[in-house]
T-cell receptor
Framework: DTEVTQTPKHLVMGMTNKKSLKCEQH?????MYWYKQKAKKPPELMFV???????INESVPSRFSPECPNSSLLNLHLHALQPEDSALYLC?????????????FGEGSWLTVV | AQSVTQLGSHVSVSEGALVLLRCNYS??????LFWYVQYPNQGLQLLLK??????LVKGINGFEAEFKKSETSFHLTKPSAHMSDAAEYFC?????????????FGKGTHLIIQP
C-alpha cells in the first residue's frame, strides 16, 4: 500500500478563518512533506518533517503552521490567509529524507481563499 | 544547488508515435533523478527513478529513461503514445548529500496526444 491520504479534497475559506489540512500515511515512512502547487507550476516545498522534527523553510509565511502529531499524521494549520494562497496543497511522504528514497504524494487539497 | 531543466513546456505527438520528454540536470555529483506524472486534478505519481544502479531505467506505463552523464541528461521516452498519456510530466532531482529536503522540480512538460 503506497497511499497518502489527504482531507479535505476541497476547501473554501475566508481570509479571517482558521482551518486545517490533514494528511495520513500508513507506510511507516519517517519523512513527511507539504508542497504548494499553483496552476501550471511545479510543486514548491514548504515544510519537511523527519522523525517528527520540523525543518523550517524560511520563505513560508507564518500564516501556515505545520504540525506532526505522530509519525503517521501531518497537519497544516491555516490562519489569516490571502487570496494568493489559493493553490493545490500536496502532502507527501518517504521512508526517510535520504535522497534516493521515493517520495509518495497524496491527491492534494484544493484551497480557495475568498 | 542541484537543479533540472525541462526543455519544452508543451510537447504534442500523435497517438502511436514516439514520446520524448527532455530533462537536463545540473549537479556537481551524480544526482538522484525522478520522473513524475500528474493527471488533471490529481497528485503526482512516480514513473521511474535513477539511483545509479543502472543507466537505463524502466518505469510504469511503458516509460523508460536513460541517464547520460556525458550529456547531463535524463530524458523520458515511450515507444508508442496512448491517449491516456496526456498529462503533465515533471523531472525532479534529489540531494545526494544525505540532507535531502525533498525534491526540486523542473517546470514541467505538458504532453498532448493528437488522435
Amino acid at each position: 500500500d503506497t497511499e497518502v491520504t489527504q482531507t479535505p479534497k476541497h476547501l473554501v475559506m475566508g481570509m479571517t478563518n482558521k482551518k486545517s489540512l490533514k494528511c495520513e500515511q500508513h507506510m511507516g515512512h519517517r519523512a513527511m512533506y507539504w508542497y504548494k502547487q499553483k496552476a501550471k507550476k511545479p510543486p514548491e516545498l514548504m515544510f519537511v518533517y523527519s522523525y517528527e522534527k520540523l525543518s523550517i523553510n524560511e520563505s513560508v509565511p507564518s500564516r501556515f503552521s505545520p504540525e506532526c502529531p505522530n509519525s503517521s499524521l501531518l497537519n497544516l494549520h491555516l490562519h489569516a490567509l490571502q487570496p494568493e494562497d489559493s493553490a493545490l496543497y500536496l502532502c507527501a511522504s518517504s521512508q526517510s529524507r535520504t535522497g534516493e528514497n521515493t517520495i509518495y504524494f497524496g491527491e492534494g487539497s484544493w484551497l480557495t481563499v475568498v | 544547488a542541484q537543479s533540472v531543466t525541462q526543455l519544452g513546456s508543451h510537447v504534442s505527438v500523435s497517438e502511436g508515435a514516439l514520446v520524448l520528454l527532455r530533462c537536463n540536470y545540473s549537479s556537481s555529483v551524480p544526482p538522484y533523478l525522478f520522473w513524475y506524472v500528474q493527471y488533471p486534478n490529481q497528485g503526482l505519481q512516480l514513473l521511474l527513478k535513477y539511483t545509479s544502479a543502472a543507466t537505463l531505467v524502466k518505469g510504469i506505463n511503458g516509460f523508460e529513461a536513460e541517464f547520460k552523464k556525458s550529456e547531463t541528461s535524463f530524458h523520458l521516452t515511450k515507444p508508442s503514445a496512448h491517449m491516456s498519456d496526456a498529462a503533465e510530466y515533471f523531472c525532479a532531482v534529489s540531494d545526494t548529500g544525505g540532507g535531502a529536503d525533498g525534491l526540486t522540480f523542473g517546470k514541467g512538460t505538458h504532453l498532448i496526444i493528437q488522435p
